[in-house]
């Protein structure tokens, strides 16, 4: 079962979405309505996914990515979505962003995507997205093996770990070595940094 952290301050909003993940087999472990609180449930429950308002009380929920996308899913819920919000959430490592416009259905989509792997961004945000990390990043010039090129053409896809495993016939931790050894190599903190990096360089077809 994936284990949620819902992070939102508005409680009527907090309860809808939480009753929408569990009804969809989706554990809410916890419930945070400030950056200072969402850091000490996260680091206490350890998520698979963290569900993230990007305006709190006590500051911008986007702060914490950084501290935690090297061991948990971070996928931003919004009011607005810009192609610069966007890249700010994708340059800190963020997995996703969604508004809250959206059914709640789609958010649950979502949240299930994440935790499979995938990067969840708006088809019209992707491409500025792309445009801004394109223009911030460097590849580090290291060449990619035959399994971490088709690795590197289903991530441009938009594959998450799940599909990857599967296409490559390989286990999931081989599939996530595979996907780790890309960014590496790439010197990306991302897959979509990853994929941007790589569209820029010409290793996509």
Do not use: C, Y
């Not at 990515?65 to 490592?93: C, D, F, H, M």
């Not at 963020?94 to 299930?112: F, M, P, Q, T, W």
């Not at 969840?120 to 445009?131: H, I, M, R, S």
């Not at 979509?192 to 360089?201: G, H, K, N, P, Q």
């Amino acid at each position: 079962m994936t284990r949620v952290v819902l992070v939102e301050d508005h409680d009527m909003v907090a309860e809808a979405i939480g009753l929408a993940l569990e009804r969809a087999g989706i554990e809410v472990v916890a419930r945070a309505a400030t950056v200072a609180a969402a850091l000490a449930d996260i680091r206490r429950t350890g998520p698979d996914v963290v569900l993230l308002d990007r305006r709190l009380p006590d500051g911008d929920g986007t702060t914490l990515i950084p501290q935690l996308s090297a061991t948990t899913r971070v996928l931003v819920l919004t009011g607005e979505a810009t192609a610069s919000i966007a890249a700010r959430v994708a340059e800190a490592g963020g997995a996703g962003l969604i508004l809250k416009s959206a059914r709640l259905d789609e958010l649950v989509e979502a949240v299930e995507r994440v935790a499979a792997g995938e990067v969840v961004f708006d088809q019209k945000l992707l491409g500025g997205v792309l445009e801004r990390l394109s223009g911030r990043v460097r590849f580090a010039g290291s060449t990619l093996t035959a399994r971490e090129q088709q690795t590197l053409q289903l991530l441009a896809g938009g594959a998450g770990t799940d599909q990857i495993s599967a296409t490559l016939g390989v286990a999931r931790n081989t599939a996530r070595n595979h996907v780790q050894r890309v960014l590496d190599k790439l010197g990306a903190s991302s897959k979509l940094e990853a994929v941007s990096i790589a569209r820029r360089e010409g290793l996509l077809d």
